[in-house]
């Protein structure tokens, strides 16, 4: 059984593997729409800072998670490699040039939620008082950061509808990530349209099935539909609404929820997958536990559920490049949840 914290040895082998991958170009899958033969380009032609770890998403909550480790541990093994690395990569000229990517009339929805929720995150982590190396690479990255958080403002109120699949469209797990890095960035008010939409999606709802989970979902809907309500539902609130929506939660049901999902090929990019969702479910229980009442009967459930998913996932993180390259963000969040460092910063 692996450690279920974050330890140094842990940090390092992450860092290790974020690092092997996030200027590793090919394979490569593209979200790039052609509007003419001009636009045949590659990976790093088109985005000169996350143009590897598979595809632009994944290179983005690698740098997450490598300036999340540098900032818990300074003194890593890996920490000069990575702010040389930051250095060379993250300047003004490829900021723009990102930027620039968004501007093409067939970026409307390139990366559309999760991908604009993990350029915020990061921009986030760069800007916390102690980020790494004093935080300098904020500024550089500031420009980025405001355009995909004015995409948020644009697109959220043409949201009519949330989406539930557990997959990169998720718009719970993507709310969840913006007002955390929204509240770190005081951007009063993306946080406040995550918070309308979040309870105009998912307030009302009640008795929730959970038919998961599906062949290659690495998100729980059902889960992290819970995770978000708990972060935006103030404390006292969240466990009224989390009786309506799970009810039969303390008889641990629906079953499904309590049982880690079985990987039959971590070879297949999709199978893959369900590693991840082992580990954001993991990441889930510990942050419902942690929203309910001490004596809430329903709170160390929820921690047992969250241990158990870990057990399945965490010898996996690293192993096979199919998972090895995004992984060790979910893992991330998994474990540090029990302790709150990657909780907000509030809005002041």
């Known amino acids: 059984m692996m450690a279920r914290t974050l330890d140094a040895a842990t940090a390092s082998r992450f860092a290790a593997a974020a690092l ?71 300047t003004a000229d490829n900021v723009a040039a990102e930027t620039a990517y968004l501007e093409r009339p067939g970026s409307r929805g390139f990366e559309r939620p999760y991908g604009w929720a993990w350029l915020l995150m990061l921009a986030a982590e760069m800007n916390r008082p102690d980020a790494a190396a004093d935080g300098r690479w904020s500024a550089v990255i500031r420009p980025l950061a405001a355009a995909f958080a004015e995409r948020f403002k644009d697109f959220l109120p043409l949201a009519t509808y ?46 929730c099935q959970a038919w998961e989970p599906s062949q290659d979902e690495f998100l729980s809907p059902a889960l992290m539909e819970a995770a978000v309500m708990q972060h935006i539902l103030p404390y006292g609130e969240f466990a009224g609404w989390l009786d309506g929506f799970l ?56 921690l047992e559920a969250a241990d158990v998913h870990l057990d399945a996932a965490l010898p996996h993180v ?29 809005c002041a």
């Open 20 to 90: 092997g991958h996030v200027t590793r170009e090919y394979p490569n899958k593209m979200d790039h729409v052609l509007a003419g033969p001009e636009d045949v380009q590659g990976p790093r032609a088109l985005h000169p800072i996350f143009f590897g770890s598979y595809d632009w998403h994944s290179c983005v909550h690698g740098w997450w998670t490598l300036f999340t480790l540098v900032r818990l541990y300074p003194d890593m093994p890996e920490a000069a490699r990575i702010a040389a690395l930051a250095d060379e990569l993250f």
């Open 247 to 302: 009810p039969r939660l303390a008889r641990r049901e629906p079953a499904t929820l309590f049982q880690p999902a079985s990987v039959s090929d971590r070879s297949d990019g999709k199978i893959a997958h369900l590693d991840g969702l082992n580990l954001s479910r993991a990441w889930c229980w510990r942050e419902i536990a942690a929203a309910l009442p001490a004596d809430d009967p329903r709170r160390p459930i929820a």
């Open 318 to 346: 690293t192993g096979d490049y199919m998972g090895e390259h995004w992984l060790a963000s979910f893992a991330l969040l998994a474990l540090l949840a029990s302790d709150g460092s990657v909780q907000t910063t509030t």
């Open 162 to 207: 949330p989406v539930r699949v557990g997959t990169h469209f998720n718009t719970a797990f993507a709310l969840r990530l913006t007002s955390e890095a929204a509240g770190v960035l005081r951007d009063h008010d993306l946080v406040g349209l995550c918070d309308e939409r979040v309870l105009a999606w998912y307030l009302s709802d009640q008795d």
